[in-house]
């Protein structure tokens, strides 16, 4: 038999250190978040690269769980409106796209949310409610926090995906929609 890798065993230690990370993420800013997402008109995501990847899953449940839901750049997303809301992501605050929409949406009067690891970044700056995920980033922000087991950013990314399925679970649950079976707005054209 040959000799293993360890890929489960990184697995594992990458698991634990996410769950270490999710542990230090502020409810408040959370509940916050919530706060925007069932007051906003429609929701807009938006990222660049694997941070995008994080939210549109998140886009996603919010429509099945009857939310109005957008990914800014797809071709069938419509013009933001003054009760709607942005949510990004982007570890290090500063990636140009996202400062940019964000700073769009700023100027037509519209709400931010960001998931970031820097809340004074200029995106944390532009946010009206900010999700700091103190995950390990070279660029500053939590410093301190462990050099990652998994690849670069993952951590941050992995926390973006599954603080988003943690918002998803009260929003289904005050719409009475269950999560134990499929979402009765999942597709069925596939």
Known sequence: M????????TARAGA???ADCLSGVDEAALDQLYDAIVSAHAIFVAGAGRSMLMLRPFAMR???????SFVVGDTTTPAFQTDDLLIVASGSGSTKSVVTTASTVKKLGGKVAAF???SESALGELADVVVAIPAYSDKGGFE???RP????GGLFEQSVLFLGDALIVPLAAERGISTDVAFPLHANLE
């Open 116 to 118: 970031t690891i820097r």
């Open 62 to 68: 919010l429509m099945h769980v009857g939310l109005t």
């Open 149 to 152: 087991v998994l690849i670069g």
């Open 16 to 18: 634990l250190q996410l």
């Open 144 to 146: 301190k926090a462990a």
């Open 2 to 9: 040959p000799e293993t890798r360890g890929i489960v065993a």
